[in-house]
């Protein structure tokens, strides 16, 4: 942040993602150096105020935190978040609350050995950002991708997948809509119901192999999902108080 603005960060929570708005110029330039482990910020805007917050420990020392946050998305199979700017001294961050691309998703659960850079990368395959071509080689020699530039995608049947595994990942995409369908038969039997309610309906139902976190942003993104689709309505703009009701159509 830079304090010579005497500006505000203001933080805008949506129904599928969160925005965060921060003045000053997003210092690294690319958020991809930033990413590796070794990775050293190359100056603070104001050098004592920087070692005054490390001495109290409100700022890390080795510049994890945006690392952080990403490896939280990856492990909650989410994509990453996405740094810009809205103007020339100000940085955007949008963090992700659903799923974009189901291949995207599977391929972060059958190898969460994947190091950062590398979901990185097929994060960018998947929101259709240009690779360089030595990122594409580095997607393409783990058969993670398909196509060729520009016209890639996320493979949907990753190198070394089992057809056990390809036959099990298409009936869990058959399964959302069953788990979707049972979320709209309660709202037509309760009239009403918060997301607390939809996770006791589903969790049990969810499969085994989910953590309870998992099982959680699943029912979350069914959630997402039918908003979008015009099924269900929140009865109120409060988000934290209000609860989901099927539309009039």
């Known amino acids: ?34 990413l590796s482990p070794g990775y050293n910020a190359p100056y603070y805007r104001n050098p004592l105020l920087a070692e005054a917050m490390t001495r109290i420990n409100m700022i890390d020392t ?39 691309d189901v291949n995207y998703t599977y391929m972060l659960y059958d190898h969460p050995e994947y190091e950062i850079e590398t979901v990185f990368l097929l994060d960018q395959v998947q929101k259709h950002q240009p690779l360089s071509k030595e990122q594409y080689r580095r997607l ?5 991708i398909k196509g060729r530039i520009p016209n890639i995608y996320v493979s949907p049947e990753p190198a070394g997948l089992s057809n056990e595994r390809i036959q099990d990942t298409e009936s869990e995409v058959m399964d959302d809509q069953f788990y979707m369908d049972m ?12 997301r607390i309610d939809f996770i006791n309906l589903l969790s049990g139902k969810l499969p085994s192999a989910l953590s309870d976190k998992q099982k959680v942003n699943k029912v979350r993104n069914f959630l997402a999902v039918l908003h979008r689709r015009g099924v ?17 159509q």
């Open 1 to 34: 942040m830079d304090y010579t603005q005497g500006g505000r960060i203001y933080v805008d929570e949506f129904e599928d993602h969160f925005l965060v708005q921060n003045p000053g110029a997003f210092l690294p330039g690319d958020v991809f150096p930033v």
């Open 62 to 100: 080795i510049t994890m935190g945006i690392r952080k946050v990403f490896k939280i998305q990856q492990e909650r199979l989410f994509p990453m978040p996405d740094y810009f700017s809205l103007r020339p001294d100000s940085t955007s961050v949008k963090v992700y609350g659903e799923t974009l």
């Open 140 to 144: 393409r020699s783990l058969g993670t």
């Open 183 to 194: 979320i709209i038969d309660y709202l037509k039997q309760w009239e009403k119901g918060k």
């Open 232 to 248: 269900i309505e929140r009865d109120g703009n409060n988000q934290r108080i209000s609860s989901w009701r099927l539309t009039k």
